[in-house]
């Protein structure tokens, strides 16, 4: 069975601060892995993904996130935040690959102070 | 960009009411999902189908019944509904389920209040 978790529910930091967002896995297999962001009143937008190769990749507006297999982490991190990426952040695991069966975790809210 | 329109974005029923929760996509995407949002929980998948006439049943399903009528359209019933199941509702596509087609197109949700 696959989880996921998001240990921080709130991360606060001032506009133009750089931020990371964790999650970590659990899965002994191969492993998909996503982050997804939701503007307040909003669905969720895809960011990025990540199934083989190079451990970094790169999202839209400046997200990028880095797979670690021996820390079993997915982490987002943006160098340098603006007021508009204000939302909740969501990681999601397959062991599949398949959407069917994507486990999302509860999700971080980032908060931008001006 | 991808499409997926969600139908009504506000509903308020009784316990024991009847409610019908409409999707719309216009990806061409074959595959279809509902979920449910709470506080605590995240998402959690109650059905999902990969084609019209098909159905799969999620990690949540009880309660829930999901008909997908055609490609584009895929509803989510609430026969007799009750107030556990006020939360918000998501529905999305997906080209596939694996590589670049496993990701997830959203809707923008229908809040859902059962009194």
């Known amino acids: 069975t696959q989880t996921v978790s998001q240990s921080d529910a709130h991360v606060t930091v001032f506009e133009g601060d750089s931020v990371e967002l964790r999650c970590n896995y659990s899965y002994g297999g191969s492993i998909y892995l996503s982050w997804y962001i939701q503007h307040h009143g909003r669905g969720l937008q895809f960011l990025l993904k990540y199934y083989s190769g190079n451990p970094v990749v790169q999202g839209v507006n400046g997200f990028e996130a880095e797979f670690s297999k021996s820390d079993s982490s997915f982490h987002l991190r943006k160098a340098s935040v603006h007021w508009s990426d204000s939302a909740v952040y969501f990681c999601a695991v397959s062991s599949t690959g398949g959407a069917d069966r994507l486990t999302f975790g509860k999700g971080t809210q980032l908060i931008i102070q001006p | 960009e991808a499409a997926v329109t969600q139908s009504p974005r506000n509903k308020v029923t009784v316990t024991g009411g009847n409610v019908t929760l409409s999707c719309r996509q216009t990806?061409?995407?074959?595959?279809m999902y509902w979920y449910r949002q709470d506080t605590g929980h995240g998402l959690r998948l109650i059905h999902y189908s990969y084609g019209a006439g098909n159905l799969q049943i999620g990690d949540v399903p009880d309660g829930y019944k999901a008909t997908r009528t055609t490609q584009e359209d895929f509803f989510l019933l609430l026969e007799l509904a009750s107030p556990s199941q006020t939360s918000l509702y998501f529905c999305?596509?997906?080209?596939?389920?694996?590589?670049?087609?496993?990701?997830?197109?959203f809707g923008a949700g229908t809040r859902l209040s059962v009194l």
């Open positions: 999305a596509s997906s080209g596939g389920t694996g590589g670049p087609q496993n990701t997830l197109y």
């Open positions: 990806n061409s995407h074959n595959y």
